[in-house]
């Protein structure tokens, strides 16, 4: 099995920076696939926000974090980042980290095998 644990979420105010952090490890870890983040509002279902390849370097955002937040990662340190700029209250959230060995271009989080617990960002004046 390949575990997540997310970090760095808290309260930031509008416009504000915060930075999560998605720590992998497991008997099952690869070191190769895809990382994402998915973000999850009261009784939706959880909505895709971007995905990074472990190998090469290659990137996916959703529309509505596209020149705010980038997706990162340090293979050394089987982390994964999200820094999220210019927040917005619409960005409040439970923000979780995915792996897959394989997928990557998918936006539906059914299609990804590992899953962390969960971080809240909470943006708010």
């Known amino acids: 099995q390949v575990q997540l644990v997310e970090s760095g979420g808290g309260l930031v105010q509008p416009g504000g920076s915060l930075t999560l952090s998605c720590a992998a490890s497991g008997r099952s870890w690869t070191g190769y696939g895809a990382l994402g983040w998915f973000r999850q509002y009261p009784g939706q279902e959880r909505e895709f926000v971007a995905a990074i390849t472990l190998i090469t370097i290659s990137t996916r955002y959703t529309d509505s974090v596209k020149g705010r937040f980038t997706i990162s990662r340090d293979n050394a340190k089987n982390t994964a980042y999200l820094q999220m700029n210019s927040l917005r209250p619409e960005d409040t959230a439970v923000y979780y980290c995915?792996?897959?060995?394989?997928?990557?271009?998918?936006?539906?989080?059914?299609?990804?095998?590992?899953w962390g617990q969960g971080t809240q960002v909470t943006v708010s004046s």
């Open positions: 995915a792996y897959d060995r394989i997928n990557f271009y998918s936006d539906d989080g059914r299609s990804w095998g590992f």
